[in-house]
């Protein structure tokens, strides 16, 4: 079956920090791949996607690209701030619409 | 405008009671989901249903059970509830895309908070 699997957290960084948060997938065919962010309190919205090799996702400074080759779609960021502190969820779906998601890396920015 | 609701946010109850989550969305969607997440952040996903198909994982209880009224809604009913019930229940929708992937993100409502004494 498909999995999912994220780097264990927490992760702490101080503020203007680069981030890096890995992810790495099996799966049949050619899934579509997604990051998404869970603040405290709040439900899971979307960051970023990418639904081929090669395609990199971005928003809000964030970028993961997706590596067929390494099946990888890792999360970075070049300068985290305090806001950007919430859990982090790497996710896949396969061309059966199955959703798989890893289990979440929380990311803790001090100042 | 909310996009994905669900009612209750919270919800605290007894064991062995009976209790409904409701999910509504907007969006026009034709796939709903019903997730679990645990006291881990574990998100675990219970169920998936459109037009044609309800999915179940076989690992839920078959003390959860969806409801789908119509597209808009899916509810979730949980018979004799247990102490493990205690988690976060987050519902979510996509469109199907009918083998475009480019159009299956998952929108997510704010999560039942539940809560079994």
């Known amino acids: 079956g498909n999995s999912v699997t994220q780097m264990e957290g927490p992760v702490t960084l101080s503020e203007e920090a680069f981030l890096t948060i890995n992810c790495t997938y099996t799966?049949?065919?050619?899934?579509?791949l997604f990051w998404y962010v869970q603040y405290p309190g709040e439900g899971l919205q979307l960051l970023l996607k990418a639904t081929k090799a090669d395609d990199k996702g971005s928003n809000k400074g964030f970028e993961a690209t997706y590596r067929k080759e390494t099946t990888s779609f890792h999360l970075e960021k070049g300068s985290v701030q305090v806001s950007d502190s919430a859990v982090y969820f790497c996710a896949l779906i396969d061309g059966y619409q199955k959703v798989t998601f890893g289990t979440g890396t929380k990311l803790q920015v001090i100042p | 405008d909310t996009a994905v609701s669900q009612t209750p946010k919270y919800l605290v109850t007894q064991m062995g009671n009976d209790k409904s989550i409701k999910c509504e969305q907007n969006l026009g969607h034709d796939t709903m989901y019903w997730y679990k997440q645990d006291s881990k952040k574990f998100l675990k996903i219970m169920f998936s249903?459109?037009?044609?198909?309800?999915?179940i994982n076989e690992t839920v209880p078959n003390r959860f059970s969806p409801k789908s009224p119509d597209k808009a809604h899916l509810n979730l009913h949980i018979n004799s509830l247990e102490l493990g019930d205690s988690a976060v229940y987050f519902c979510a929708s996509s469109q199907d895309t009918g083998g475009n992937l480019g159009r299956e993100t998952q929108y997510f409502g704010p999560g039942t908070r539940l809560l079994v004494l």
């Open positions: 249903y459109n037009n044609k198909e309800l999915i």
């Open positions: 799966a049949t065919g050619y899934p579509s």
